[in-house]
């Protein structure tokens, strides 16, 4: 009986499991383990369950066992978060905002925003900028520009962001405190709905750190609701975040429709969340 690390593991997790790496967190699944050293398995023995990011199995037909964690290395947090990590000092956002005028945005950025419904007084209510690469969304704690987040106009990732804050939260209306927290995925939505009138806390990457989780403790007495992507990986960020939210604020709820940014103002206002 061996215990696999590192590159054996991932070799058996490749080599058995193609999808692992979409198991959310906690769960276990049962799988054929073909290369079996004992044989090949067709009745599903090699049980392996992702905790925390990392994967652990157990061949029920060989007895080894197998432990892998992907490396947290610049290149991969890129890759998952779309967080661009600067070594060096980073340009601050007041350096980026070349232009400000919605009106003199390429005709590109002004397709992009108006599909969502952002026109010149939205745009310079949310202080959207705009440089050669693309557009310039800031990332906020409250009124405070924190970050900021590109959309190029050309080139991948089409997001870059820079911010040491993993979130954006903006809650800057005399009495947004009574109105529940809307958690969602992209900036566009959080400004959407701020401007609807409603707090919201946008997620930079797939983890709810420390400091996001001091901001939910303020509406532990009120309601929380995950308006996240209605896909696969949406429902997991969503089954991960209710367990991660469910001891600290009880009201926990989730919605699946159309993001915020792609529904009219008009409808975001009336609307009773």
Request: proline fraction near 4%; aromatic fraction near 10%; glycine fraction near 6%.
């Amino acid at each position: 009986m061996t215990t696999h690390y590192g590159r054996d593991a991932l070799s058996i997790l490749t080599n058995n499991i193609p999808s692992f790496e979409e198991m959310s967190e906690g769960e276990q699944g049962k799988f054929n383990h073909v290369d079996c050293p004992n044989g090949v398995d067709n009745r599903q023995r090699l049980y392996v369950k992702n905790v925390d990011g990392a994967y652990l199995g157990h061949c029920h037909n060989c007895g080894d066992s197998l432990y892998y964690r992907q490396k947290e290395t610049v290149s991969r947090i890129k890759t998952e978060t779309r967080v661009a990590l600067v070594r060096g000092p980073s340009v601050e956002y007041k350096d980026l905002t070349k232009e400000l005028d919605y009106d003199k945005f390429r005709v590109e950025g002004q397709l992009w925003l108006g599909q969502y419904g952002f026109n010149k007084t939205y745009t310079s209510s949310c202080r959207i900028a705009e440089i050669e690469k693309g557009i310039v969304l800031p990332v906020f704690y409250n009124t405070s520009i924190v970050g900021y987040q590109v959309r190029q106009y050309t080139g991948k990732p089409k997001y870059l962001t820079y911010s040491k804050q993993r979130f954006s939260y903006i809650d800057c209306i005399s009495g947004m405190l009574e109105k529940p927290l809307v958690v969602v995925e992209d900036l566009l939505s959080s400004y959407k709905l701020r401007l609807a009138g409603y707090p919201t806390l946008c997620l930079l990457g797939t983890k709810l750190d420390s400091q996001a989780m001091k901001v939910v403790q303020m509406f532990r007495t009120k309601r929380v609701i995950l308006w996240l992507d209605d896909d696969t990986a949406g429902h997991a960020a969503a089954k991960k975040l209710f367990v991660d939210l469910s001891p600290v604020v009880p009201n926990v709820t989730a919605m699946f429709t159309q993001q915020p940014k792609e529904i009219d103002m008009s409808v975001l206002k009336d609307m009773e969340l």
